[in-house]
DNA sequence: CATGAATGAGTGTTCATTCAT
DNA sequence: GATGAATGAACACTCATTCAT
């Protein structure tokens, strides 16, 4: 009988099995990533992700034992679907240029987060235990080393200068990130993702100086 | 039991005018900003800078009115003394890529932030009001301004491609912020910070593509 | 060191459902109601209220959202306890005087309460938010219109002067609470609650003039 | 330099003489008596005491030692006041009803309490020590003594009913009180202290209920 | 499977009070 | 006479977590 004069009411036990859609525990995971996405770890709590859910509080320790391990799964989840989306990509038959302005593209105009990954990401690590601290750098690594194979790949065939694979994938996730971020939140709100996806890869491939030899 | 300052005792009042090397205000000031940038807004409390300090929550409280106003002014302390030694750098007579490299050096040198600016900032957002906001986001925007305008100077000039300044400006403070954070987080740690600053503006000014004149 | 109960601990999660005279939420509300009538409102802390029922003050803000909700839950629910006592003796078939009386003495003879309602009920006024400011406003006004209505209908039978019946109601009820708080506090004890009662009464019916018509 | 970034300045040390109308601990005690008597004991700071007289704090304290000294000094002195000016009327020459009207009429016209003094005195008195408490009564009772012999006088010429002069002077006083009150709030707007006054003083004297030697 | 009830350890904030100047 | 700086003890409120059902 919580908050005396609330008022919606939930009744416990199992639901009926029909009109389930979703797996509870599935819902959690989507409602959480968002949030978490949105506001970061700390501003998040576990009530707000229950309620957004429609269960309640002890539902959600039902699924995952903690806070952080709610995070971690969730955050884990939403970088493999990223991964996977991006290998997807990776994987075409076309120049390295145009898979990673297609990434860009498609990633700009997928919204709502806020914050960026790297944000949340290390805004966490101080609450998780270390095996969760691993899971979470293994699932980033995992997007970067996708991304820094087909630079690695494109190194061999000579079609781009030969720096640190590592370098570039950090590079081009970054600037990703960030202008993700801000794309949702300050800058002119007349640059579209698909122009600012055309100009950051344009900048990432030839860089912002005169070349020498076009003098 | 020898450390005779071990078990240490204050009293209310006054302190004695003698041996306050730095004012109460400036000091907390310092602290909190380095805690804020270790740690994030949500994780830091108001504790924890006053311990610090060496002094008592309410002390903290007699400064500044909330704990978002202590943020304000501490970050925003920071940025500015960052923009100020940023500019003294742009000022200096010599070419563009010469002083963004010097920046990037001294930048990633001096270190324990752990988190970057753009972070903090985010993260903190939620919780300040309106004009704490502004203040903030002015006192970035300062920054950047900074950089924009040598950019803009440059390209007026010829010396960098006709690209939009502002998108320059952005490009350059994310990835030195994203890479002075991971160099003291995970990075392989045989870079060097001047190494890292190198292959940076290497990469800045020229991109990674293979020049098609060179074909 | 004998007493069992004395050094006593409690374990989160649910209680064993047996053993439970009364509802928490309940519980915490007649505690609340005694304290609160007892010091006011701001003297009250959470905390007493808490420990008073043996439980945390969390669990005491799991059940009132804020310290002002508990107060308004509270004192409504003394009011309509009142309120209901009250209509019953109004609604005897006997002289609207020996009602009166009658409602005196029960009143004058419970205890407790040190502070009366009108007391309490302004000193909390400015902690209170629109809502809940109207609701204990409307608890009282229940109070005062049932006396009111009884007021009105003896005017109408002539039995008491035409005055405003309003008027009556507030002055009948403000000398009721008034002694009644003194006679818990100073008044000279040897007074005793029925006298009391038969002597405001006789005031309050023919009043301290010397009734000219005697003459 | 306290709360960083503040407006409002003071130098220390003894101000000029000249403009110096009121003696500050005199002003103090003003202000002080309006506070309370607007918002109850617990509800006014000694801050905001300070803040109405820009003084500080510390000057509060130099002039009273604690804020119930503080709040028994103002209390006193404003119920000597009352007590006076109540006793000049008192000494008239006219019948006791003509004055106790006077009074009547005089205090519900003098505004802004918003609570009355019963209810602010035992509020207090949870946070008084003996002494004060003391005081306080004495000054309380001042008020009632000399309504009180008012009373005995005209007993003693047969001018009114010959009940306890105590309980006359407690319930004239209560009503006073309770009326004043009410009409800062919420009674009928349209109700002036005049019309008040004569109901309540009619009511006084002659009570509610019909006059039997009317029959 | 899911819940309602309860807790413990904070967290930001306030405030009366103290003391050297 | 009056102040600025500092403290300590509370206080309202939050939140991750637990447990019997």
Redesign the pocket.
């Known amino acids: 009988?919580?908050r005396v004069s609330s008022t919606w009411?939930?009744?416990?036990?199992?639901?009926p099995a029909h009109a389930k859609e979703v797996a509870?525990?599935e819902k959690i995971l989507q409602v959480a990533a968002d949030l978490f996405m949105a506001q970061g770890f700390?501003s998040?709590?576990?009530?707000a992700v229950?309620r957004e859910c429609?269960?309640?509080?002890?539902?959600v320790?039902?699924?995952y034992?903690?806070?952080?391990a709610l995070f971690t799964a969730a955050v884990i989840r939403l970088m493999d679907s990223i991964a996977q989306k991006t290998q997807a990509i990776l994987d075409r038959d076309e120049p390295l240029q145009q898979r990673l302005l297609l990434i860009a593209k498609i990633r700009l105009m997928t919204g709502g987060t806020r914050l960026d990954f790297d944000m949340v990401l290390h805004e966490a690590d101080l609450s998780l235990n270390e095996e969760q601290r691993q899971a979470m750098h293994d699932a980033e690594q995992e997007l970067t080393n996708r991304i820094m194979r087909a630079f690695a790949e494109a190194i061999e065939k000579g079609q781009v200068k030969p720096l640190s694979a590592h370098f570039y994938a950090l590079a081009y996730l970054t600037l990703l990130n960030s202008f993700h971020m801000r794309l949702f939140n300050e800058l002119e709100k007349a640059v579209t993702a698909d122009n600012l996806a055309v100009t950051m890869m344009d900048f990432f491939w030839s860089g912002a100086g005169i070349s020498s030899s076009v003098v």
Chains 1, 2, 3, 4 share one sequence.
């Open positions: 009988m919580k009411k939930k009744s416990p036990g199992r639901p509870t525990s700390e998040v709590t576990v009530d229950a429609q269960v309640t509080k002890a539902t320790y039902y699924y034992a903690t806070k952080a």
